[in-house]
Nanobody, 115 residues
Framework: QVQLVESGGGLVQAGGSLRLSCAAS????????MGWFRQTPGKQRELVTT???????FYPDSVKGRFTISRDNAKNTVYLQMNSLKPEDTAVYYC?????????WGQGTQVTVSS
């Protein structure tokens, strides 16, 4: 079992930055693929970014060049640096940890970008 605790959400003006953190329990954090999804009311959960155990990252076009994911295996923590934020980035952001066949989710943290 892995528990994930997110922090760092909040309200920011368009063009601003936020850094989200996701702290994980468990001794095999380094083996997990980690990442972030986001969700707005009435919409499906959207993949924001992933980072594999080997450090390979993926970003969809919607956030590429603006968001950066990183991980610190010594601290069992994954980070999401979000720059040049846009109002359309407003959502609840969820951290996840995946080691097939298991996937674990955090409780979510609200990010609101005002125009």
């Amino acid at each position: 079992q892995v528990q994930l605790v997110e922090s760092g959400g909040g309200l920011v003006q368009a063009g601003g930055s936020l850094r989200l953190s996701c702290a994980a329990s468990g001794s095999i954090f380094g083996s997990y693929t980690m990442g972030w999804f986001r969700q707005t009311p009435g919409k499906q959960r959207e993949l924001v970014t992933t980072i594999t155990s080997g450090g390979t990252t993926f970003y969809p076009d919607s956030v590429k060049g603006r968001f950066t994911i990183s991980r610190d295996n010594a601290k069992n923590t994954v980070y999401l640096q979000m720059n040049s934020l846009k109002p359309e980035d407003t959502a609840v952001y969820y951290c996840y940890a995946q080691l097939p066949p298991n996937i674990y989710w955090g409780q979510g943290t609200q990010v609101t970008v005002s125009s």
